[in-house]
């Protein structure tokens, strides 16, 4: 009884100490961390994008109002003056456009390299989460495989405490809860192997004149006693 009950703290254990829920805590953090990094680099894109926006609207507008100019100097309306002052700020016009273009560039040449990053950590991310779905499915197979042992121990167990005195198992169970998960230990060579406390020979001798059906525990720790070939009596 105490070998399944030991049996079954081990496998408890065992559950709650998968090296797969190691693994799955580490992989959700770089799971969540890949997901901000994800959120900023859209966020960064978003930007680059209204900047490109912007900047490919004040391209327009400069080519729109060289265009009413030209029409203007066509239409030959005006004085000599004001076609003069049209000229010149064609020129000025032509001049702005070519350094706003030059902006529309370099803004489109750091978007590219946003949406490039928005790429790779979304690789990443997925590349994370199909990770993540990896060790969730071996935290269930050994979670499995441990509730499957932990039903046939269960089922042993049953069947001995079916057989044992009630008062036996009773008293068992008073003294595994009080005792760290251990009952009944065996005496091995004079020594309690619940406690590891060595049995003082009045002790031995007291064990060695009780009936072998009598149930005996140790004075020190008062776990029960169970005589092995080796216990030294
Ligand atoms: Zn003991």
Redesign the pocket.
């Known amino acids: 009884m105490q070998g399944l009950d030991t049996r079954l703290a081990q496998l408890e254990h065992k559950r709650r100490t998968l090296p797969e829920l190691a693994e799955a805590e580490k992989v959700d953090q770089r799971l969540a961390d890949l997901r901000d990094v994800l959120v900023a680099a859209q966020t960064a894109e978003g930007d680059v994008a209204r900047e490109q926006k912007k900047a490919e609207a004040d391209v327009e507008q400069v080519v729109n109002r060289a265009v009413r100019d030209r029409q203007m100097l066509q239409s030959g309306r005006g004085s000599a003056k004001d076609l003069e002052n049209i000229q010149h700020e064609l020129q000025t016009l032509a001049k702005r456009q070519s350094d706003l273009e030059d902006v529309v560039l370099e803004v489109m040449e750091r978007r590219e390299t946003a949406q490039n990053r928005v790429t790779e950590m979304t690789v990443q991310r997925d590349e994370a989460q199909t990770r993540r779905d990896e060790v969730a499915a071996a935290i269930a197979e050994a979670t499995g495989a441990v509730d499957r042992d932990v039903a046939a121990v269960t089922a042993e167990r049953a069947t001995i405490a079916g057989v044992l005195p009630e008062d036996l198992l009773a008293l068992y169970e008073r003294i595994r809860a009080a005792e760290f998960g251990v009952g009944a230990?065996a005496l091995r060579r004079r020594r309690?192997e619940?406690?590891q406390?060595e049995l003082d020979i009045s002790e031995v001798n007291a064990i060695k004149a009780k009936p072998a059906d009598e149930v005996v525990r140790?004075e020190?720790?008062g776990?029960i006693l169970v005589r092995v070939p080796d216990s030294g009596l």
């Open positions: 230990a309690c619940g406690c406390l140790h020190a720790c776990r």
